[in-house]
């Protein structure tokens, strides 16, 4: 038996199921964006939680600490020292809910829009580079079928469309 037969044999053996490859091509994949943008987000002074927290604000506007930790996809604590750096740089406040005064909410500074202007002008030609091999196509039609499984894991009905809905939705598919 060759070489290359050999680890065709092993390859073989050990294939993971589809739903199982596909989550790990996911992870893989995000893994290495994450890694790219990290970099890039750290000359700013920021942590990749930490960036996920001010978009989801420049997205969504002020919100409460529950609200913000479930578009951002982090837990209560990740979040809580998340905000406090980010209120220590002034790129974000807290301030008392204009409806209910009793309830806190988190909101971005001027200096934290103008911050998040500055990277999301050094991040397009990241994002252009991770997806350089897809098509406008292809890309739409991912973004489709990523929105179709992340809706079928969020059960709460009051923030799955936020959360679906965080960027322009992908045009329909065409025939």
Not at 7 to 21: K, T
Not at 75 to 85: A, F, K, N, Q
């Amino acid at each position: 038996m060759y070489e290359g037969d050999e680890r065709a044999d092993v390859v073989q053996d050990h294939a993971l199921p589809l739903p199982s490859y596909l989550s790990y091509l996911l992870y893989q994949t995000e893994q290495h964006r994450r890694a790219m943008a990290t970099d890039l987000l750290a000359r700013h002074g920021l942590t990749f939680a930490k960036w996920v927290a001010m978009i989801s604000l420049r997205r969504f506007g002020n919100l409460s600490m529950t609200r913000l930790a479930k578009l951002a996809a982090t837990d209560r604590t990740t979040l809580t020292r998340s905000i406090d750096g980010l209120i220590a740089d002034g790129l974000v406040e807290r301030k008392a809910s204009s409806a209910d005064r009793r309830i806190v909410v988190i909101c971005l500074t001027d200096t934290g829009r103008t911050l998040l202007e500055k990277i999301r002008a050094e991040i397009r030609p990241l994002n252009r580079d991770i997806c350089a091999n897809l098509t406008t196509e292809e890309q739409a039609a991912m973004t489709r079928y990523l929105q179709k499984m992340l809706s079928g894991l969020i059960v709460e009905p009051d923030w799955k469309q936020d959360v679906i809905a965080f960027s322009t939705p992908a045009p329909p598919e065409t025939a």
